[in-house]
């Protein structure tokens, strides 16, 4: 470790999805009792930590790319007398631990997602170069126990509700880069909101890979009623949720509970029933739409989201036309869609009729254009509206205030007094592919 004077500094990498931005900002809260501030970029950092995705293969090899070039940072530092630690966590840690320790001798810990708590002790383990690089047999519980309170950096904030996935689906590797789906206790959960909200928290969004199958203690739907009682949480998010975890009680929430904002990310991967089954995704298109069509009934102005795979083994035209109706069926305020990656030791990577990349890259296109243009449409039926905004920041411009609407989207407005925390009713005037902007309309704090 560096045992240079002045502040050790230290740099997370953060890739792949929320999990990830969630553990990143635990492992910070981790380290800082062992005085490492934040440095803005890795070149002058004494500790530097990627904390990998591995749910496709290019992100996999982006940290074998990102771990050359902190090799050269490591260098010239030595050159000048400084240490350099590399840590890699995260998912590819987790999956591919070994092979980073053959192939990176620059990296000096590799810790997988459920040893974050150790991190203290592993860093100073791996500075006495015991040659234990490696940490990755821990279990969620142990984690979550074991974490510091946190301290938060914002009025909104990501909380881990659950680990792990049971799903497995037939092209994914969550299952085992995460393990075992693990929910945490919901006494847990509420302390940690409560503690959050008492450092002027407003919005919460629950993280999870299946966040609807939930059961520490009791359903998701319960969880959201108790944390919908936590003073200062005005507004509560969940991300993700598989569709047949849909549950009534759930649905009926959204049309009853008005902390719960009209925005859902419900993953569907593909429009057609023979894609879906070989995707071991369990439940067909038509089980979809039907659950749209409640979530509509039980609260009409919902947003949509969603992810999709195109080119899945076996995946024919008719096939991915099927994707292309439930969309224009359906109506996306947003989605992500990407190309199907073949990840080893998952079943699809070894299914007959893989599809050429040339096709997939066209069929993306195809579907990527109908989805932007549903999500132009989306918030161009913003203007003229008055939403209720969140105001999490400054604006780009001096005097603008920036703010969440509750469809999650990013709204501008010029309020140079509009302070973070509040919500602010602001009626837009105009609308383009990522953002709302406007103009403030009263000054009272409204509820959402
Ligand atoms: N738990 C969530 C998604 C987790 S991964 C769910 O069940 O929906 C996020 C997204 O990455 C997935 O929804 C899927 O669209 C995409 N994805 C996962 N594995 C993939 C693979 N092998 N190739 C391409 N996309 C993949
Ligand atoms: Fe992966 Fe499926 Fe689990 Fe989602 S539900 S994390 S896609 S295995
Ligand atoms: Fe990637 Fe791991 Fe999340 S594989 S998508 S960082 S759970």
């Known amino acids: 470790m560096a045992a240079q004077d002045g502040p050790k500094r230290l740099y997370i990498e953060t890739y792949g999805c929320q999990m990830n931005v969630y553990d990143s900002e635990r492992m910070r809260d981790v380290l800082k009792p062992l005085g490492y501030a934040p440095a803005d970029k890795p070149d002058d950092a004494d500790l530097v930590v990627l904390n990998t995705c591995h749910i496709r293969e290019k992100a996999t090899e982006k ?174 998010r969940y991300t993700t949720s598989h569709p047949v975890e849909m549950t009534d009680t759930l649905i009926a929430l959204h049309g009853d509970e008005p902390k719960l904002m009209p925005y859902l990310h419900l993953p569907v991967q593909s429009g057609s029933d023979r894609v879906l089954k070989a995707m071991n995704r369990k439940h067909d298109g038509g089980f979809y739409r039907d659950i749209i069509g409640r979530l509509r009934a039980a609260r009409p102005d919902i947003a949509l989201s969603t992810d999709f795979i195109v080119g899945f083994p076996g995946e024919t035209e008719k096939d991915f036309e099927a994707s292309l109706q439930l969309v224009r069926d359906v109506g996306f305020a947003s989605a992500y869609s990407f190309k199907y990656s073949p990840r080893p030791g998952t079943p699809a990577a070894a299914m007959m009729g893989q599809v050429d990349e040339a096709v997939k890259s066209e069929r993306l296109a195809r579907l990527q254009a109908l989805l932007s243009e549903q999500q132009r449409a989306f918030n161009t039926a913003q203007i003229g509206r008055t939403l209720p905004v969140l105001v999490t920041g400054q604006g780009r411009k001096p005097g603008q205030a920036y703010g969440r609407s509750p469809y999650l989207q990013a709204v501008h407005f010029d309020d140079a007094q509009a302070r973070p925390g509040e919500i602010a009713s602001v009626r837009i005037s105009a609308a383009s592919q990522n953002s709302l902007s406007g103009a403030r309309v009263s000054c009272a704090t409204e509820a959402a």
């Open 63 to 236: 940290v074998y790319s990102e771990i050359g070039r902190l090799r050269v940072h490591k260098e010239r530092r030595a050159g000048e007398g400084k240490a350099t630690s590399i840590v890699i966590a995260g998912c590819v840690a987790q999956a591919e631990g070994e092979e980073i320790m053959a192939r990176a001798p620059a990296v000096d810990l590799v810790v997988g997602p459920q040893a974050y708590h150790k991190l203290p002790e592993l860093i100073a383990r791996a500075a006495r170069k015991t040659g234990e690089r490696l940490a990755a047999d821990f279990t969620a519980q142990e984690k979550f126990d074991a974490l510091p309170a946190r301290a938060p950096d914002g009025v909104t904030a990501f909380l881990s509700i659950q680990e792990g996935c049971d799903k497995f689906c037939t092209f994914c590797v969550v299952p085992y880069t995460r393990g075992a789906e693990y929910s945490r206790p919901m006494a847990a959960i509420l302390e940690e909101a409560r503690s959050l909200a008492g450092q002027g928290v407003r919005e919460i969004t629950l993280l999870g890979q299946n966040v609807n199958a939930y059961h520490g203690g009791g359903d998701f739907a319960a969880l959201l009623e108790a944390l919908a009682r936590v003073e200062g949480v005005e507004r509560l």
